[in-house]
């Protein structure tokens, strides 16, 4: 899915756009002068699919160079082919073809993520990190990057929304025991502790995500009416204390029908005389 990167930005990670003058360029350059990409968001590399990927190239070669910037003293950043790069060393592969381009730290920040999203999908939370830096460290806002990678804005804000989990939680989809799914229905509960007893829980019962969600849907359910008649237990318990307060005070029956938003107040007389007497009662409150 490219369409959402420039054709400049493309260019500077794509290898297959090398062009003929640089195809001529192509150097080889000791693994050990080479650093990883200081913006990578990637923490966590798939071991067996770089195990796969230095078999390759042990029986075949690099078949692309990896792409570099010069940082000057021999020594060399990544721009593009970290896989590549980690994979030869394991191959026991000493020099690697690679092509120098000249980045500003700007471009490296975008590379690092823009590679990776592409090619290989980061885990969620490398993801929601990743996003996270580039929109502080560009200072662009949600819309702009989401034109940059080729996504929509409301899929990069529910990935960031991520970041609000427990730490805990965030281990567990890095691990792929929770996923992105399971992450979005455990966030609708927003207390800390009830998202991690139902973290568990999905994990013990092996939940799929709708399950999830549906467990989640009936949790909030049964919280908002039981909110619902607490709340309702509260308002007939302040009523009840008016109302006996009332017959405190005027000395008779009052029933007080409704709740605190709507209502009447009933308050009874037996004769004249009662009439009368409540009626003292109010000329002195009132005056």
Known sequence: MKHGLGKGMLALIDENTVSEIEQNQIITISVENIIPNRYQPRKNFNEETLRELAISIKENGIIQPVIVSDLGNGKYELIAGERRWKAA??????EIPAIIRDCSENERLEIALIENIQRENLNPIEEALAYKEILERLSITQDELAQ????NRSSIANTLRLLKLPEYIKEKI???????????????????DKMIAFADYIIQNNLSVREAEN???KFLEKEKSVSRETSEKKEDFILKNAEDELIRILETKVEIKGNRKKGKI????????DFARIFEIFKKLIQ
């Open 174 to 192: 890095i691990s792929g025991v929770l996923t992105e799914g399971h992450a979005r229905a455990i966030l609708s509960l927003e207390d800390v």
């Open 266 to 273: 009933e308050i009874h007389y037996f004769s004249d005389e």
């Open 148 to 151: 940059k990678i080729g996504k």
């Open 215 to 217: 467990e989640v849907k």
């Open 89 to 94: 060393q394991i191959a026991g592969i000493a």
